[in-house]
């Protein structure tokens, strides 16, 4: 147990968390991304009220709610597919490209602290958009048809496609030499990932709960042989 | 008398490993030398065909302040990036401080700091953030944070820009907070890539008095460059390297003396003159006395003649064997 509290607690303790998440907060993209969901969020909201809220029974306000919730979560899906690869996809690439990876290389820090900062420092960045839109969820919940625990799971599974998506991100930015070429590798791997993991004979879609763990290892080993 | 040595140019093929085979430190370990802070024997590093060391040999000594001199591409960033563990060589050894950087590159680490050839300072973070940063990377106990940062700050002449961001400071600053960083841990090994490239004049004098400061603190400064004289003045053993193999090394105070002894300029009243070589002072000490006393010859001048850096850079160069290609016959396409 006090390994477990002294690893969980090395996590979060990790330089590079510490140093990304406050390049990130000054810089804007995280902002225009805050900005751009609850933007989209009240727009989607808008017009479902409009085409199907309006003028129903109470008892069928349920199903709206529920419309409403889904749509809603699926919308932060989207943002967190599309946002994630252009942030993290530069991540080491941009350490590379700056020249300022092999500072971090030749510091006491192994390469796996480096990988798991970048990818928890992007999930952190990710779990902070989705806390932005909880007031937006909170309307649905008010609304009816989705229970609460409906709501805990929507949370944990969209931090855990930016877990996915952060990891394979990051795993396509070790091999890429510059930001934007980072950027491009980890669509294509954010777009790959899912084709892949259909694919898996017998696991299928499981595989998601072990694709961030063997990306980090890929990018650890990844890190370790290209400098 | 004289430490210096000029190499004879590879003797000996060096093992080659051949294309992916596994990267390992194939010769066995030297015995203890408290008095070396670097020691390289037959170390090769291979890019597909091209040998980008072929068989260096070098000895690095504690406390000084060594000058590794080049043309482009004759493996003096490959060399460094070999000892600050960025690069596993493809055969020889390597022991930093008594520690084989690579069967053991997070306790070279600890022991040395590095400044690569770029500067790879351009974040938006502030000078204290950029220096807590690497504190908290070096796993330095958070309570000496301030003080060290203070210190370094001061160190380098950028107290007063504690709080202005990264990006805003000027090349030769940026170039001071580069090398503020990697004293960051106390380092006893320094190794520096071409630290003055790009500055001005006033940067590189403050940089070079910087330099010196450090070396009077103990600690071996490694550093490459192309700038000849200011390497002269400022090293205290210098190395010459070329197409990836030692050429010439030792201190600069030897510089110019050949491994036979010391080359003598003799001028007689009458203008005849004559080089000669001696071994010793003693030797020298004889031949004075053997020309003056006993042949009773008019001598108006005797003393050795010292070659400078650039003349010995030139010379290395011109006898330098061409690059070694692991394909004997496969120039790189």
């Known amino acids: 147990m006090s390994a477990f509290l002294t690893w969980s607690t090395g996590l979060f303790t990790n330089p590079i968390l510490a ?11 995280f902002t225009v991304v805050v900005t751009a969901e609850l933007l989209a969020l009240a727009i989607l909201l808008t017009i479902l009220w409009v085409t199907v809220g309006s003028g129903v029974q109470r008892d069928e306000l349920s199903t709206v709610g529920a419309l409403m919730f889904w749509s809603c979560v699926g919308v932060i899906n989207l943002i967190i597919v599309l946002s994630v690869p252009a942030t993290s996809g530069q991540s080491i690439a941009g350490e590379r490209e700056r020249d300022t990876l092999a500072l971090l290389l030749t510091s006491a820090l192994t390469t796996g602290q480096i990988i798991i900062g970048k990818v928890l420092a992007s999930v952190v960045g990710v779990v902070f958009t989705i806390l932005a839109a909880m007031p937006v969820l909170a309307i649905c919940y008010a609304i009816g048809g989705v229970s609460l625990w409906a709501v805990m799971i929507s949370v944990v599974l969209l931090t855990w496609t930016a877990f996915v998506v952060s990891s394979v991100s990051i795993l396509a930015s070790t091999h890429a030499s510059t930001s934007s070429r980072g950027i491009t590798m980890a669509y294509t791997y954010a777009v790959l990932t899912p084709i892949v993991a259909s694919c898996i004979p017998l ?16 990018s650890k080993t990844q890190l370790e042989t290209r400098i | 008398m004289s430490d210096t040595t000029q190499t004879a140019m590879l003797p000996t093929t060096p093992f080659i490993a051949p294309q992916g085979f596994p990267t390992m430190n194939l010769g066995p370990a030297l015995p203890p030398d408290p008095t070396m802070a670097v020691r390289i024997r037959s170390l090769t590093k291979r890019y597909g065909n091209v040998m980008a060391l072929a068989g260096l040999d070098l ?10 001199i080049g043309p482009n591409g004759a493996g003096k960033t490959t060399m460094l990036s070999v000892i600050a563990t960025l690069l596993l060589p493809s055969s020889g050894y390597v022991e930093v401080m008594g520690v084989n950087p690579v069967s053991h590159p997070r306790d070279v680490r600890k022991l040395m700091g590095y400044m690569p050839d770029v500067m790879g300072v351009n974040e938006r973070l502030t000078v204290d953030e950029y220096l807590r940063f690497f504190a908290h990377a070096y796993r330095r106990p958070k309570s000496t944070w301030d003080t060290t940062i203070e210190g ?9 820009k504690r709080e202005a961001l990264v990006d805003s400071l000027s090349r030769g600053m940026k170039q001071r907070l580069s090398l503020a960083r990697a004293l960051v841990h106390e380092p006893e090994l320094l190794i520096l890539d071409e630290p003055a490239s790009g500055l001005d004049p006033q940067a590189r004098v403050e940089l070079r008095m910087l330099l010196h400061e450090l070396q009077r603190m103990g600690k071996t400064i490694i550093i490459s460059s192309h700038i000849l004289a200011e390497l002269e003045e400022m ?3 210098v190395a010459i390297i070329t197409n990836g193999r030692l050429a010439v ?20 009243a009458d203008g005849r003159e004559s080089e000669t070589t001696v071994t010793s002072l003693e030797a020298q ?25 650039e003349e010995m850079f030139m010379d290395a160069i011109a006898n330098a064997p061409g690059p070694m290609y692991a394909t004997p016959f496969a120039p790189p396409s």
């Open chain 2, 235 to 237: 090293c205290s053993h």
């Open chain 1, 19 to 29: 140093r990304e998440l406050r390049l990130r907060s000054r810089a804007r993209a």
């Open chain 2, 152 to 160: 370094l700050l001061e160190l380098v002449n950028l107290a007063d």
């Open chain 2, 285 to 309: 000490r004889a031949l004075l006395h053997d020309l003056i006393v006993v042949q009773q010859l008019p001598v108006v001048e005797f003393r050795p003649v010292t070659e400078g850096l």
């Open chain 2, 59 to 68: 000895d690095i000594p504690k406390g000084s302040l060594f000058g590794i």
């Open chain 2, 249 to 268: 090394t030792g201190a600069t105070s030897d510089l110019g003396k050949s491994a036979n002894g010391t080359r003598i300029k003799i001028r007689l």
């Open chain 1, 203 to 218: 696991i299928g879609w499981l595989s998601y709960l072990v694709i961030p763990f063997v990306a980090i290892a890929m």
